[in-house]
Structure formats: C-alpha cells, structure tokens
C-alpha cells in the first residue's frame, strides 16, 4: 500500500515524502485503515517493522485537522524506557514537522524542573516512562481529561520491567472516551491479556509476525567457548575481522560491560560503553558518538535493545546469551532492519547451552554452528551418553527373577543362604554380612 492512498493531510503527506517514506510496511498497511477509522489496536511485529509511524500517523493527522485550543493533552503514549522514548520523540518531531501538533518528552534521568515547564507549554503528544510520569502526577503537573488517544509502546516490556501498576494507575487517570492502542513486537499471554481487558475496547488483533518467526534477513549464528578468557578472544578476533559498519555487543550485567570495553579499546578499537546506571546525558552523548561514527563499537546491556535505532548496525554480536527469547529478538533487532541485511553471533559457553537451547525451541529454529578455526575450544557442546538408552549406572533388567532382579544378585543371596551358621574362612569371608535382611547369625562366646 503506497502512503498516497491514505486520507492524509497534504502537511503530513509532504513530511512522508522528504522523508522517503512512499510504501507502507505490511504493519502499517493493516494498521492504519483501521486506526484511522477509530478502531482500538491491539498489534504485534518484529522490531524494525514501522511500528512507530503506524501509530503516530493517524494522531498527526487528526490532531492538525481537528485543532483544538485550550485543550490539555491530546495524545498520551507511554514507553518502557528513556532511549525508547527518545526515538519516539524524534520520528514525531520528523511527521510532524509541517503541522501545528508539538511533542514534549517526559522520562526518568532528565531535570525535573524542566519537565515541568514541557507540562506547562502543553504538547498536543506527551511521550512519557510510566515512572517519571506518576511523579508528575502525585505533585498534579498533568491533566489528561482532554485526551484522545493512548499509546502503550512495547507493552511486554513495561510489565517485565514492573511498570503495570503504574500503567493502570495512570490508565485510570486518563479519559475513557479514548482511542488506545497498544503495539508491541511481542504479546506474551501473562500479564498482557489482563492489561488489554482493562485499557482497551473490543481491540482489532493483529499478530503480523509471531516473535518465533524468524528473521530472515539476519544470519543467526553461535561459536562454543569453553570461558570467559576463551570469549575475550573470540569477540577480538570477530571485532577485528568481521565487516561492518557499526557494531553492537550485548552483556547481562553492567560489570561485565565496563570489563569488556577496556579490553576492546586496548586493542586501538572505537568502542564506546552503555547501561541503565549511566546519566542520561552520558547515554546521549554515546549514542550520538556511535550515529556520528566516532565510533564504531558498542558494548551494552538490555538497555540498549529496545529503542535504539541507528543505521548502519550491522553486527549483533551477544558476549553473554540473552536471558530469554524475546529478549534475544529485541537484540538481534537492532541489526537487519528496514530490509537491510544483518548478523548475529552468540557466544556460548558450557553453563549457557540449556539457556540457548531453550531459546531455539522457543524460537523454532536451529542456530547455524560456527568454528574460528585459529581458536578452535575444547568445549563441543554437552557430552553425549556412548550407548543409547542406558544410563551410567548398570540396569536392572527384568527377566525370569522377576521385575528389578538380575541373575547376579540372586546368586548372591543364595550365597548368603548358604554360608548362614557356618564360620567364617578365607574363603568365604569376603561374602557380605548382610544382604536384603539375610544376617548370619552371632557367633556365641
């Protein structure tokens, strides 16, 4: 579907076109019609997909056509984290940008006080963290009893991180004579199904792509590593040998995210590092080194796998497997995006194979196995019993003795039978004292 034969405005048609953006993806295609026609959405889609404009478009549009002065907020959308919000913020500004409709970002790290003018200028679009959003709330910085349209982006991830009492706190502050809409890149059935039946309204459904699809335009690979040390060589090698423009490597902990960059940078690497714990104007400023390309590596944690969008991410590579499936797609996402061609590698190590087989299963596919021949481990995957169907111990086997009884230990009873009552002698006395309640008796002084 072209962009064209949407009931646009021509202010918003012509934002669509300087930015190169003439043939709808297949969410926004199915999405749009209907959020135009005011349905209530409930959608699923891989990360990369135009998530972001599916939702954005028709409060645009709406909000320029149907101006309204003096009103309070008009469009509420909530994510689940800053550098979310952040991207948000700037593909608004970017459709917006020929229209009246102004935005404000409202997220936790930033000045308070600050905040509170954007609140007091009053944005058509507020893009806000739940956290941040209920301070606001708690000392009456907001007014949503003019809102017209609610947005939960990456809903999934705002309950992993504990955000849903906050989400329905601030769902119950907002107008009921609304039209929500909650896009995420998956759907888990714990927690969303109770969100969607208290925020939303006979929801259209559209699951476009399940997260267990995969993407085809990104190479999935793992290399085994027998440790950490093992690893440490590994990712050099791949950082100095693998052809990318842009690469990002994710680690489990910030601790391991400070140990790694050091190592990285020693190697005249360009490598920069990001994590939760970081202010968010040192979170800005390596984002920006990376889109500038000062440099071309980045270390990080999960907080970077959602929300960061930047071109020219061509290299995923996972230091430490990720902790599960979804969160295993959401950093791979970050590589292959708008139909470009990405890689993702997974370094794996012995205490890491269950977890990454748990996320093949659950991903329906098989990783493609990979080998650096010059740091070829010693580490092959699990050890595999020699002889199928038997278990390191012998088995009992059940044959003219009975169930659970072998030849061998009904001789040894029958020994034991045999020597009660007499003395013990060399030749006898390695024969048990006792067996199964057969005791010899006590010899008398």
């Known amino acids: 579907m072209l962009f064209s034969e949407l009931a646009l405005d021509e202010r918003v048609q012509k934002a669509l076109t300087e930015l190169g953006f003439e043939q ?32 954005l478009l028709p409060m645009l549009n709406h909000m320029h056509t149907s101006k309204a002065d003096n009103t309070s907020t008009r469009g509420l959308i909530l994510v689940p984290t800053r550098e979310l919000g952040l991207q948000v913020l700037k593909e608004c500004e970017a459709l917006a940008r020929y229209t009246w409709v102004k935005a404000g970002l409202i997220v936790g790290g930033e000045d308070y006080r600050h905040q509170v003018n954007t609140l007091r200028k009053n944005p058509e ?10 301070e606001h ?33 601030i769902v119950e502050d ?5 039209q929500t809409f909650l896009f995420s890149a998956t759907l888990k059935p714990r927690g969303i199904q109770e969100m969607v039946a208290q925020v939303l309204r006979d929801p259209h459904r559209l699951i476009l792509n399940s997260v267990r699809e995969q993407h085809a335009n990104i190479q999935q690979q793992i290399i085994l590593a027998d440790d950490t040390t093992h690893k440490e060589r590994l990712l050099i090698w791949l950082l100095q040998n693998e052809g990318y423009e842009k690469a990002l490597v994710f680690t489990n902990t910030k601790a391991r995210a400070e140990e790694f960059v050091g190592k990285i940078r020693v190697k005249g690497l360009k490598v920069g590092m990001l994590h939760g714990d970081m202010e968010q104007r040192e979170r800005k400023h390596v984002v920006n080194l990376l889109k500038d390309g000062k440099i071309n590596i980045l270390i990080a944690t999960d907080v970077a796998a959602r929300g960061l969008d930047i071109k020219g991410i061509e290299l ?54 990979r080998t650096i021949k010059e740091l070829k481990g010693s580490y092959q995957g699990p050890k595999k019993l020699k002889n199928s169907g038997k278990t390191a111990g012998k088995k009992k086997t059940a044959g003219k003795n009975g169930p659970g009884k072998s030849n061998a230990t009904e001789k040894q009873r029958h020994r034991v039978r045999k020597n009660v009552g007499k003395r013990r002698t060399p030749a006898n006395d390695s024969q048990p004292a006792t067996d199964a309640g057969f005791a010899p008796p006590k010899r008398r002084k």
């Not at 959020?35 to 889609?45: H, P």
């Not at 017209?148 to 906050?166: I, K, N, Q, S, T």
């Not at 907002?174 to 609304?178: I, K, L």
């Not at 950093?331 to 194979?353: F, H, K, M, N, V």
Request: charged share 25%; aromatic share 6%; proline share 4%.
């Open 24 to 55: 709808a993806t297949p969410v926004q295609a199915q999405t749009l019609p209907l959020a135009i026609s005011g349905k209530d959405l409930m959608a699923s889609a891989e990360t990369g997909s135009g998530k972001t404009a599916a939702f």
């Open 125 to 134: 679009i507020l893009i806000a963290t739940p956290g941040r959003l209920i």
């Open 137 to 169: 709330m708690k000392n009456g910085n907001h007014d949503f009893s003019d809102l017209e349209y609610l947005v939960l982006d990456e809903a999934d991830r705002m309950l992993d991180m504990g955000f849903g009492p906050d989400v329905l706190s």
């Open 174 to 178: 907002c107008r009921p004579e609304r």
């Open 316 to 369: 995923v590579i996972n230091l430490e497997m990720a902790r599960n499936g979804d969160d295993y797609v959401h950093r791979i996402g970050r590589t292959g995006r708008a139909g470009e061609q990405g890689l993702a590698i997974s370094l794996i190590g012995p205490d890491e194979w269950n977890r990454m087989s748990g996320i093949e299963r659950y991903l329906r596919l098989r990783f493609e196995k």
